[in-house]
């Protein structure tokens, strides 16, 4: 089986761009969350999606959105890029059909960084 | 207060000796699941083992186990006969909750402890 995969692996952005992170979720997987992880800090939940809806999110200002296409993958939006969003953001796939006993799977990851 | 504490911030073993990393928590949902993360520097989260709130047995996966007590809200991982590949940033993080369905699946993560073995 496939596992998750993050594109691109590596971003430069200037401050005020926008950017637009991807991933293609494990096979199987029906929902997918974003992560973003500064620099020696453990990451911090950005939103969720299930079935092409939001389902959850975390204390991240609106700037940040996301979608979920119908294959499952999703892309994670950043507008008026921040020079604290320099970050590595981590995609994380999983299934709602069993039990979380089994783990999210994660990919690799997208650093960016905001100059 | 933080949902989960590590307050480990670098850890160092010996090869082939055990090592602990520490891990409390808290919830006041009675339904929770507890999972520690391997993140070498390629950046890759990896799962390593998972403790649900009303499982009766400390979970074991291999090298790993993970020293459950509920009553003092800690999970401590013990990685048994370590190897150098071990060398990693390890999470300890909760989601709360039901364990199945569809919801919400966010996971609250600790800050880390960086692993380091020593030949």
């Known amino acids: 089986e496939t596992g998750v995969t993050q594109s691109p692996t590596h971003l430069i952005k200037t401050r005020g761009q926008q950017v637009t992170l991807r991933c293609s979720s494990q096979?199987?997987?029906?929902?997918v969350s974003w992560y973003q992880q500064a620099l020696g800090q453990g990451p911090q939940f950005i939103f969720q999606?299930?079935?092409?809806?939001?389902?959850g999110r975390g204390n991240f200002p609106p700037r940040f959105s996301g979608l979920q296409f119908p294959n499952y993958s999703s892309e994670l939006n950043v507008n008026a890029l921040e020079l604290d969003d320099s970050a590595l953001y981590l995609c994380?796939?999983?299934?709602?059909?069993?039990?979380?006993?089994?783990?999210?799977?994660f990919g690799s990851g997208t650093r960016l960084t905001v100059v | 207060a933080q949902k989960i504490t590590q307050t480990q911030p670098g850890m160092f073993v010996q090869e082939k000796e055990a090592v602990t990393l520490d891990c409390t928590y808290d919830?006041?949902?009675?339904?929770?699941?507890l999972f520690w993360y391997k993140q070498p520097s390629s950046g890759e989260m990896i799962f390593l083992i998972y403790?649900?709130?009303?499982?009766?047995q400390n979970a074991t996966e291999g090298r790993y186990s993970l020293n459950f007590q509920k009553a003092r809200k800690s999970a401590n991982l013990v990685i048994s006969a370590s190897q150098l590949g071990d060398s990693a940033m390890y999470f300890c993080?909760?989601?709360?909750?039901?364990?199945?369905?569809?919801?919400?699946?966010?996971?609250?993560f600790g800050k880390g402890t960086k692993l380091s073995v020593i030949p």
């Open positions: 919830t006041s949902d009675p339904s929770y699941g």
């Open positions: 096979s199987g997987h029906n929902t």
């Open positions: 999606y299930y079935r092409e809806e939001e389902n």
């Open positions: 994380a796939s999983s299934s709602s059909d069993v039990s979380l006993r089994y783990g999210y799977t």
């Open positions: 403790q649900g709130s009303y499982d009766q």
């Open positions: 993080a909760m989601r709360e909750g039901g364990g199945s369905g569809a919801g919400s699946y966010q996971l609250t």
